[in-house]
């Protein structure tokens, strides 16, 4: 989306990017873990939306695709997750995951080297999103068996 606003928000930098995106029905929850994320020591880009004004969800998900193609963590959100996780997959490289428990999000990075978490605001509690983000950032890609399952995905496109 050509007229997405792109706002950096600082943080101190330690831990790296995470890159958030939503639609209006994640737009609460994007909001409350930026903090979160800036708490904890990364850099965080939000690509939008900007308010709970109804807007499309797709429009959301190439710019936060590109920035993790990049490098950055990314995190997107809209009303069940399910739409944005859709969208995401469509690109190669991107393993988006949606997740609703901590340990969804541990094994979406042990064994699929998840780098993007998806979570759907009407899904489940504030909480819980935060312990999903907080688990996705600090479980590393366990690789060995699952290094060759990961590239299979990505011949897949």
Not at 20 to 28: K, T
Not at 36 to 61: E, L, N
Not at 93 to 119: P, S
Request: glycine share 12%.
């Amino acid at each position: 989306m050509d007229d997405t606003i792109v706002n950096i928000v600082k943080g101190n930098h330690s831990k790296g990017t995470l890159v958030f995106g939503s639609d209006h029905g994640g737009y609460e929850y994007k909001e409350f873990l930026k903090d979160y994320a800036r708490d904890w020591g990364y850099t965080v880009i939000d690509c939008g939306t900007h308010s709970t004004d109804s807007v499309d969800f797709p429009d959301y998900v190439p710019p936060v695709v590109k920035e993790v193609l990049a490098g950055a963590i990314g995190v997107l959100l809209c009303g069940s997750g399910i739409g944005m996780s859709i969208g995401a997959n469509r690109f190669k490289g991107i393993r988006a995951a949606l997740c609703f428990d901590g340990l969804m999000a541990k094994l979406a990075r042990e064994h699929n080297n998840a780098n993007i978490l998806v979570l759907g605001e009407r899904l489940i509690g504030k909480e819980e999103a935060a312990s999903c983000l907080e688990v996705f950032l600090n479980t590393a890609f366990q690789g060995g068996r699952h290094e060759k399952r990961v590239e299979k995905l990505d011949e897949l496109m």
